[in-house]
């Protein structure tokens, strides 16, 4: 059976580095592109690249996923930085281009993706929900777009269930104290030299607290998540957000 010839995009940085040596280790996948900044996508369709691994950072990803898309090439995406413009666009092009599938995944570890689940389940029974994220300092995002999306899916749940607004007396405070607000949910961002990427979710009710973490100690975390999203995003076609759709999470 041929192999799945798969492109890294960001292939020098933290997560590209692992991702080059992750593809090239696997038996059903051909690496046959390592892009760094500069380097020209062209190298992307000379090189039949069916599948794009996108690790680079918000300021490049659109350009990357803008040709890839244009050339019918899938794409996989961790990079940071999405907004509802940034997706309205990207399913702008997807629409020119049916056949080609986009997954983008806040993030590609198990536990972060179960992390986000959970935190989703509880949000309903508790009055508080904060984030708590926590990164290695030369993170250049904040919040991270894993807790950010925590954030978002916490804050839908609340909604369905109609739940009260938080409570919070705090009438004066210093600019950031109480964090930053993604859809009435508080996210603090940790930035400390030692750390990789972990995220807390504290819930707090009636004399009770339920803390939910999760920490990823290596970019191995990320691994099986790539490869997984490679192997399924060539028979997605379309926008998938979220590792979850590519995982049998009840
Ligand atoms: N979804 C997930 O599970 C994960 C996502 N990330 C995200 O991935 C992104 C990269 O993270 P790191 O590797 O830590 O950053 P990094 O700064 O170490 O690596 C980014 C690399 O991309 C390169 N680059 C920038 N523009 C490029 C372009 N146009 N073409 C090719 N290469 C380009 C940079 O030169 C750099 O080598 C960030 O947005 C980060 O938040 C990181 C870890 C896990
Ligand atoms: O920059 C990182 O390192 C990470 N970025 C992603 C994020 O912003 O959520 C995923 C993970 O937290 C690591």
Known sequence: MSKLRVAVLGAKGRIGSEAVRAVEAADDLELVAALGRGDTLETLA???????????????????????????????????????ERLAQLNGWLSASPETGVLIAPNFSIGAVLTMKFAQQAARYFESVEVIELHHPNKADAPSGTAARTAQLIAAARREADCAPQPDATSTALDGARGADVDGIPVHSVRLRGLLAHQEVLLGGEGETLTIRHDSLHHSSFMPGILLGARRVVTTPGLTFGLEHFLDLN
């Open 46 to 84: 000379e090189t039949g690249a069916q599948v794009a691994v996108e690790l680079t950072n918000p300021d490049s990803v659109m350009a990357n996923l803008e040709y890839c898309v244009g050339h019918g090439i899938h794409a996989v995406v961790g990079t940071t930085g999405w907004t509802d």
